[in-house]
């Protein structure tokens, strides 16, 4: 085994026995076989003969060995009938291609088909065998221990694992091996496997396809069972990585073994039993998938939707084991259908085959035909005798059964493809250079490099990874009423095509499991309305989740949605959370009860003013209006006038206007007011100490002085606003953060400072105009309006101290109608306590509306 190391990489179609081994006395290497010989099932001589490596036998009895002598050949058990189909198409194309007189014209082409019973350890004996020949090469002969490759190139396995055990033994020789039927996706690693090359597709695309069929049927809950070798293992690990992919979870994914024992099975009907899923993923080959259908039917677990791989889908021996119908409406991929003219015939025409081989036909007419030959003496059974004659074309058998068609087309593509290199490495045309040295190396890269359309109209070609192009068709079980089922062509699975339309499925109906034509649901939670988020289960698949409602302010508009939108800040979610609306906005507006009151209680204020000043012009003659300073209480009652106004700009939808308007002209007019009021202090101060001997104090305060004191104070408001309006002034704001559901549509201040000054400055003049009052109420005065002007202040002083902390903590339009209402409150108030006594005294008391009753202590008077 060391020599193989020494080779050059290229080994010039030379081989070394391998089951030889080298004993290097004296010069001359002597070479000894060891092992048993091993025999070709069929064979046939010719120029240049095909290696052929069969499953002709699927199981082998299982021996305990000992260990202490060796151990005895495999016996092989379980005639594998499709096994000799592929041997048949083998020798079918081997024959036509004999024939043909444009393909390797005047060579013949020979044969040698061995049989691996499906066991690993087998097939690399065979492979040698198939490579090395049979030839004992005595120890005496002296011949070198090298010798050219027997066969040029091997078609088979049907197992990827047989595939891979005997690739990895020839694979350092570079004998092409062409395989029909292996699918696994490992195989296409040309490290590992450098001589190894298929005409079926790669699992690659079988696992990426299926996984997308289970997606596109909204599947996302799905059981996955797969067989124990190479062909399940790798296939289904390529299955879950696609599936995880497109959001599609496993329940369970479990494997078996043909010759696992029956507790094993169990375990997995068990796990079938008591799962929720309603789709199972089988990735087997057929003899895993005939012993799974024997054991489920036993236990009748009908009602599950299968999903298939190529290596079951279309075998209709399956379908004749399926008596409880277990796999009615299973849906899966398969090879495309395809037609070999006269293969048919050629298969069905068993008497060359058996004439090509012995022993292994006893057994296969015996099998075939359940008959005996030479019936033994010792048993009884009533089993009948074989005639040698019986006829093949009444049988119903799977040996007859042509659904796997396209399998063979398979191995025909194959040994075309052989040809077809030999041909042109051999220069042929007319006739052929038999001198060229056919290496299997040379072989192997013109192989690598054919492309070739069969008669049928099939392109033959490898790609790197030495894979055909992968298409499939999507196959359908529909049942008959015979009982019998009808593989369906529903669709096609292209992956050469870009991935939104590698899948594509026809309009025909579809029957699924139970024989409904409802899609089955197999899914692990039920899909979220839009509205709702997922939210995973803890400790389970991403398919498994709960639907959670989306917060206020998100939404969701989409089914299965991952996460809640936040919606933009003019809109808000609605009830349902599937979509965001634009927020109602708020602001104080004259329809609502609130507005409307303020604004009635504003135009009543207004009226108000108008009528006491309307009575005090009416009487402005009279001496109350006369010594009461009737310029200044005209003065208040316009600015009160202008008060009740102002409180309507408050209201209604804030403009850049109004809002400008609003806090300026409240501004002014209360301190229009304001002075007034002060104006009138001063008067009943100045009265009063005018009225003390000696004094002149009224000079210093006479009527120009307290008409430029009313405007001077003014003024200095004026200015404030101005500065405020100018620097910065109030706008209209979007408040969105207050309240979450609505726009509240308010006034901005601009500048805090701005809004503070004004307020405080009426505050400061309300101050001052309060203490003079306080100091002059208690002045002898039959009518001292400081009592009044006192108790007004008070009013006017609590009301907008109340105001600020209540205008600070109410939120939206209330902190606007809480201003109003101060407005109006402390307007009323003035009013109220300044002017209602005194027309109290003027409509209903003139008796005391004289000047001697003014007069009295004769201390009050104006002018
Ligand atoms: C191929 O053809 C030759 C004669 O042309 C014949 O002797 C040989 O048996 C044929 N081989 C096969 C496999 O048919
Ligand atoms: C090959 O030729 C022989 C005789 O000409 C014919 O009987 C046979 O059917 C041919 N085989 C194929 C596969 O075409
Ligand atoms: C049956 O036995 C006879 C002799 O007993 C033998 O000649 C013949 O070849 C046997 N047939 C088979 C199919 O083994
Ligand atoms: C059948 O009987 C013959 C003698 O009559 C005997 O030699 C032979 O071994 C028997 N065959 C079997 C299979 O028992
Ligand atoms: C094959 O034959 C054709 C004419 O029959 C000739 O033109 C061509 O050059 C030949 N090709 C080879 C490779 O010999
Ligand atoms: C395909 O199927 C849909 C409903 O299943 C049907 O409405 C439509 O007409 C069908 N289209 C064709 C081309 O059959
Ligand atoms: C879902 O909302 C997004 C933005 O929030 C929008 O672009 C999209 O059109 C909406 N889709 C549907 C189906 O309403």
């Excluded at 202490?68 to 081997?94: D, G």
């Excluded at 209709?316 to 849906?331: C, F, N, P, V, Y």
């Excluded at 609306?581 to 009635?600: C, D, P």
């Excluded at 009160?640 to 002014?668: D, K, N, Q, V």
Aim: aromatic share 10%; with cysteine; hydrophobic share 40%.
């Amino acid at each position: 085994m060391t020599s193989i190391k020494k080779w050059p990489e290229r080994s010039w179609g030379v081989l070394q026995l391998l089951l030889v081994v080298c004993v290097c006395e004296a010069e001359e290497p002597v070479c000894h076989r060891r092992g048993d010989p091993e025999n070709p099932q069929l064979s046939e001589d010719g120029d240049i003969i095909l290696g052929g490596i069969f499953s002709f036998h699927s199981s082998w009895k299982d021996r305990e060995e000992t260990y202490t002598n060796k151990p005895l050949p495999l016996e092989c058990t379980s005639l594998n009938f499709r096994e000799f189909q592929f041997a048949q198409a083998m020798l079918f194309t081997i024959e036509e291609i004999n024939n043909s007189t444009d393909l390797l014209p005047g060579i013949s082409l020979g044969y040698k088909m061995y049989d691996t019973c499906g066991s690993p350890a087998k097939s690399v004996t065979v492979a040698l065998a198939l490579t090395n020949g049979n030839e004992d090469v005595s120890a005496q002969s002296k011949v070198p221990c090298i010798r050219p490759a027997q066969v040029q190139a091997i078609i088979g396995e049907t197992s990827s694992s047989i595939c891979m055990s005997i690739a990895n033994v020839i694979g350092p020789f570079h004998i092409p091996l062409i395989s029909h039927f292996a699918t696994c996706a490992c195989l296409s690693d040309k490290t590992k496997n450098p001589s190894f090359l298929r005409t079926i597709p790669s699992d690659y695309y079988q696992s990426r396809a299926l996984a997308q069929l289970v997606k596109h049927f909204g599947w996302t809950w799905v059981g996955a069972i797969r067989s124990n070798n190479d062909y399940g293992n790798n296939g289904m690990a390529t299955f879950t990585e696609a599936a995880q992919q497109l959001g599609i979870c496993l329940e369970y994914s479990v494997s078996f073994f043909r010759t696992d024992p029956p507790n094993k099975m169990q375990k997995i009907i068990e796990i079938i039993k008591h799962s929720t899923s309603k789709v199972i993923v089988a990735f087997l080959p057929f003899p895993d998938m005939d012993e799974l259908i024997s054991q489920l039917s036993q236990h009748k677990l009908t009602g599950y939707q299968w999903v298939g791989s190529e290596g079951w889908i279309i075998d209709s021996q399956i379908a004749e084991m399926d008596k409880h119908h277990i796999l009615d409406g299973a849906i899966g991929l398969a090879i495309p259908k395809a037609h070999v003219s006269g293969m048919r015939e050629f298969i069905m025409d068993v008497k060359p085959l058996i004439a090509s081989g012995k022993e292994t036909f006893t057994e296969f007419w015996e099998t075939l035909f359940s008959c005996k030959f030479n019936q033994s003496n010792s048993s009884a059974e009533n089993q009948r005798e074989c005639t040698g004659h019986e006829d093949l074309s009444e049988l119903q058998h799977s040996f007859t059964d042509m659904s796997l068609m396209p399998i063979f087309n398979n191995v025909y593509k194959g040994v075309y493809a052989v040809a077809h290199a030999l041909h042109n490495i051999l220069g042929c045309n007319e006739t052929c250079n038999y001198k060229v040295q056919q290496d299997p190396f040379t072989i192997l890269q013109q192989l690598r490099k054919t492309n070739f359309k069969t008669k049928e109209g099939d392109e033959v070609y490898f790609n790197e990874n030495g894979d055909p192009p992968a298409k499939y068709e999507i196959i359908n079980w529909q049942p008959r009423k015979k009982g019998t089922v009808d593989f369906v062509t529903v669709g096609f699975y292209d992956a050469s095509l870009p991935a939104a339309k590698q899948l594509s499925l026809q309009n025909t109906s579809l029957i699924w499991a139970q024989n409904t034509k409802q899609v089955p649901v197999s899914v692990c939670s039920e899909k979220c309305s839009p509205g709702t988020r997922k939210v995973l289960q803890k400790g389970k698949p991403v398919c498994c989740y709960d639907c959670i409602r989306c917060a206020e302010g998100e939404m969701s508009n989409t089914t299965d949605s991952i996460s809640c939108v936040k919606c933009p800040p003019e809109f808000w979610s609605n009830d349902i959370r599937d979509a965001c609306v634009k927020k109602e906005s708020e602001f104080l507006s004259y329809e609502e009860i609130m507005g409307a009151l303020l604004t009635a209680a504003s135009l009543f204020g207004t009226c108000m003013t108008a009528v006491v000043a309307l009575i005090f012009f009416r009487h402005r003659k009279t001496p109350i209006v006369r010594a009461n300073n009737s310029e200044l209480s005209f003065l208040l009652l316009f600015s009160l006038t202008l008060c009740f106004l102002c409180s309507l700009t408050f209201i209604g939808r804030p403009s850049e206007w109004s809002c400008m308007l609003r806090h300026t002209a409240f501004g002014i007019t209360f301190v229009l007011c304001i002075s007034c009021v002060l104006g009138k202090t001063m008067v009943v101060l100045m009265a009063f100490r005018a009225s003390l001997p000696g004094s002149n104090v009224m000079k210093w305060f006479g009527p120009t002085q307290q008409r430029l004191s009313v405007l001077v104070f003014t003024l200095i408001q004026v200015v404030i606003c101005i500065l405020w309006l100018t620097i910065s002034p109030p706008f209209p704001f979007n408040n969105f953060q207050v309240i979450k559901d609505k726009i509240i549509l308010e006034c901005a201040l601009g500048s805090t400072l701005g809004f503070w000054a004004v307020l405080g400055y009426i505050g400061v003049l309300a101050t001052f105009c309060f203490l003079l009052a306080f100091l002059a109420r208690k002045l002898p005065d039959n009518f001292n309006e400081a009592k009044f002007i006192t108790f007004s202040m008070l009013i006017f002083c609590a009301v907008w101290i109340t105001f600020i902390p209540a205008y600070v903590s109410s939120p939206g339009k209330f902190s606007v109608a809480v201003e109003i209402f101060a407005i109006l409150a402390s307007s009323f108030g003035l009013l109220i306590c300044i002017f209602i006594p005194k027309c109290y005294i003027i409509l209903l008391r003139p008796e005391k509306n004289t000047k001697k009753n003014m007069m009295v202590k004769g201390l009050v008077k104006t002018k």
